[in-house]
Structures are given as C-alpha cells and as structure tokens.
C-alpha cells in the first residue's frame, strides 16, 4: 500500500526558511495529487497547498500564499514544499496526503481532506526565536 513519508522538519527561526519533502517507496508520484496538510495543537487541521494529478496545477490556502511553494521532482518522485518567512503560527505538525485519481491529468487539485486517501505520519516545524 502506499504510505507517504514526510522529512525535513526543524526548528527554525521566524522569518526563515524550510523544505518539507514527501516520497512513497515504490511509487510514481507524478501520478497522484497530493497535498500538505497541517495541525497545530488545539487547532484543526487545514489543507495548505495541492499539486494536481499527472499535471503542475497548484493552490495554496490564503495563511501561506506568496510564501510557500508546493513542487514535484518526477525524475526523483519527490514532492516538495518550500517554506519562506516563516511565523510562529506556522509552527504545526505538517503531513503530506495523496490522492488516487486513476494517473488521470488534471489542471486543478482540492485542498479538502476527503480527496485523499494515503497519509503520512507528518512531521514537526516549529517557528520559534
């Protein structure tokens, strides 16, 4: 079964930066959508960036527009966020999820948990001088 695993997390200071990946052994990645979720304690989880299935289509909640960036690495089957001035309220634990949608192209990708089905355990950032 496919099991994203998420690494890159850290503690970094506000206004620094980070890149998260997420692989799945075995897996051609470029196939799926995926997204990257997070949670902060007491808080729910919200989706913050999406790549869509088989294409480059993105969308970023409106907390992290302008400052992340989700990429694929297909040659590596590799997909990445990129974290720029980062705030401490963006301190959570961060999970990378994908979605199966058959190695269909798409132009467009959700954010909403229920399209996604493959979990990784997530991984911490905390912002924090």
């Known amino acids: 079964q496919l099991q994203p695993v998420e690494s890159g997390g850290d503690l970094v200071q506000p206004g620094g930066s980070l890149r998260l990946s997420c692989t799945a052994s075995?897996?051609?990645?470029?196939?799926?959508?995926i997204a990257w979720f997070r949670q902060a304690p007491g808080r729910e989880r919200e989706g913050i960036a999406c790549?869509?299935?088989?294409?480059?289509?993105?969308d970023y909640a409106d907390p992290v527009k302008g400052r992340f960036t989700i990429s694929r690495d297909n040659d590596r089957s590799v997909i990445y966020l990129h974290m720029n001035s980062l705030k401490p309220e963006d301190t959570a634990v961060y999970s990378c999820?994908?979605?199966?949608?058959?190695?269909?192209?798409?132009?467009?990708?959700?954010?909403?948990?229920?399209?996604?089905?493959?979990w990784g355990q997530g991984t911490q950032v905390t912002v924090s001088s």
């Open positions: 999820a994908v979605g199966d949608f058959g190695g269909a192209v798409y132009s467009t990708c959700g954010r909403g948990s229920l399209e996604y089905e493959f």
């Open positions: 075995g897996y051609d990645l470029e196939k799926y959508a």
């Open positions: 790549i869509s299935s088989g294409g480059h289509g993105t």
